[in-house]
């Protein structure tokens, strides 16, 4: 069964020090998604993508965060500087069709960040 | 200010009985709602979802109900099993197309 693959699983970092995170999505499917999820909370979206383009990056703190979807498959999330605040679950999901639609989304294993 | 509320705190029950889990939300206007089941270091996996003309969708053990009125969803596991002690999160469609989650509710089912 096809999944969602990230890397790294754990990452910890210094603050304001830069960290990446890797997302490879379920091949086929149009529309990846970034969440983050702090311990104790549900997850709370960053940025969508459909193809290449951003649909909504309207949670993301643009001073610092930044996502990219060159090709329209995998992804990458970077956090320049890291700091104590972003220490959290980093979540990678995936869907067939457009943004809006009521797929399913698939999320991958997320990326566990701790920043010291 | 809009929300969505799960129980906020665990749920314990006995194996065999039925789990009832609560999602409460205000000022939201959802077409549809979506439950996910999501275990300890791992991400959410996705079990129903129900549309707002739907009053209530089976799938095995699984229950959901949607009640527009009350704005109201509830999540029912029956003969519960250990091996259905996770976090459950409700998810909803947001005015700008995207999920948003509720907080989850922590399921424990005691053998």
């Known amino acids: 069964e096809a999944e969602v693959a990230q890397s790294p699983r754990y990452k910890i970092t210094e603050k304001s020090q830069a960290v990446a995170f890797w997302c490879d999505p379920i091949?086929?499917?149009?529309?990846l998604y970034w969440y983050r999820q702090i311990l104790g909370q549900g997850p709370e979206l960053l940025v969508q993508?459909?193809?290449?383009?951003?649909?909504?990056d309207s949670q993301l703190p643009k001073d610092r965060f930044s996502a990219e979807r060159l090709k329209g498959v995998d992804s990458t999330l970077k956090i320049q500087p890291a700091e104590l605040g972003d220490s959290a679950m980093y979540l990678c999901?995936?869907?067939?069709?457009?943004?809006?639609?009521?797929?399913?989304?698939?999320f991958g294993p997320g990326t566990r960040l701790t920043v010291l | 200010s809009q929300k969505i509320e799960q129980n906020s705190e665990a749920l314990n029950i006995q194996e065999g009985k039925t789990a009832t889990l609560t999602c409460n939300y205000t000022?939201?206007?959802?077409?549809?709602l979506q439950w996910y089941r999501q275990d300890p270091g791992r991400g959410p996996v996705f079990l129903l979802l129900?549309?707002?003309?739907?009053k209530e969708k089976r799938k095995e053990r699984l229950k959901v109900t949607f009640d527009t009125t009350l704005k109201q969803s509830l999540f029912h596991i029956t003969a519960s099993q250990p091996a259905d002690s996770a976090t459950y999160l409700c998810?909803?469609?947001?005015?700008?197309?995207?999920?948003?989650f509720g907080t989850g509710t922590l399921l424990a089912v005691q053998p």
């Open positions: 993508f459909q193809d290449e383009s951003v649909v909504d």
């Open positions: 999901a995936s869907s067939p069709r457009l943004a809006g639609s009521t797929d399913t989304q698939y």
């Open positions: 091949s086929g499917h149009a529309t």
């Open positions: 000022n939201y206007s959802p077409a549809y």
């Open positions: 998810a909803l469609d947001g005015a700008t197309n995207k999920l948003i």
């Open positions: 129900i549309r707002e003309n739907e």
